[in-house]
Nanobody
Framework: VQLQAFGGGLVQAWGSLRLSCAASGSGLSISAMDWYRQAPGKRRELVASITRAGSTNYADSVKGRFIISRNNAKNMGYLHMNGLKPEDTAVYYC??????????????WGQGIQVTVSS
């Protein structure tokens, strides 16, 4: 079982980035997925969540700018980040509640990926 995140990088303010998170392993499916971020010297914070049914929630700081989505057929989740601000600079993590052949397997974290927004 593996959860891998990718897609970070350096972007100018008001630019866009898409983060992706893929679950790999036979029989796996994503039940729910969250994206977190942690800026230097700050606590890790929940940025966005999506349920199996597609219901979403966002931190107030990203509402209207970020969109969380998922592709169940590909076992992938995404965080579309628009209107990026320097304060969005952080290491981003995906976290997913995974099932294997329909039974809960547990919570898994992808590796952190750096997002840097220059002013």
């Amino acid at each position: 079982v593996q959860l891998q995140a990718f897609g970070g990088g350096l972007v100018q303010a008001w630019g866009s980035l898409r983060l992706s998170c893929a679950a790999s392993g036979s029989g796996l499916s994503i039940s729910a997925m969250d994206w977190y971020r942690q800026a230097p010297g700050k606590r890790r914070e929940l940025v966005a969540s999506i349920t199996r049914a597609g219901s979403t929630n966002y931190a107030d700081s990203v509402k209207g700018r970020f969109i969380i989505s998922r592709n169940n057929a590909k076992n992938m989740g995404y965080l579309h980040m628009n209107g990026l601000k320097p304060e969005d600079t952080a290491v981003y993590y995906c976290e997913a509640d995974l099932e294997k052949y329909g039974s809960r397997r547990g919570d898994y974290w992808g590796q952190g990926i750096q997002v840097t927004v220059s002013s």
